[in-house]
């Protein structure tokens, strides 16, 4: 099973910028797609930003030209930076790697952004 771990989270002021890491202990390249997506409390899941094998990345409208999703296959990560925070944005953010035949996620990384 591949396992996946985030890091990055944390306290942000509106208008900061953060970025999540999530680091695979396989090679990137096995998966279909990677991203990650997020759940604020009482919410419902949201895909945030995906990337696929062959690099075509994907953005909710919501986050769309305020975050950058990234990866480096070399050190197996992917990477979601986020700039222009917004309080809207505070959620727990997970990773999430696509095979055809199952999915796998982290534990999740708590985002808070507030003044």
Do not use: H
Not at 30 to 35: A, L, P, Q, S, T
Not at 66 to 72: A, P
């Amino acid at each position: 099973q591949v396992q996946l771990v985030e890091s990055g989270g944390g306290l942000v002021q509106p208008g900061g910028s953060l970025t999540l890491s999530c680091a695979s202990s396989e090679n990137i390249f096995m998966f279909n797609d990677m991203g990650w997506y997020r759940q604020a409390p009482g919410g419902q899941r949201e895909l945030v930003a995906s990337i696929n094998v062959g690099g075509n990345t994907n953005y909710a409208d919501a986050v769309k030209g305020r975050f950058t999703i990234s990866r480096d296959g070399a050190e197996k990560m992917v990477y979601l930076q986020m700039n222009t925070m917004k309080p809207e944005d505070t959620a727990m953010y997970f990773c999430y790697a696509r095979t055809l035949r199952k999915y796998a996620w982290g534990q999740g990384t708590q985002v808070t952004v507030s003044s």
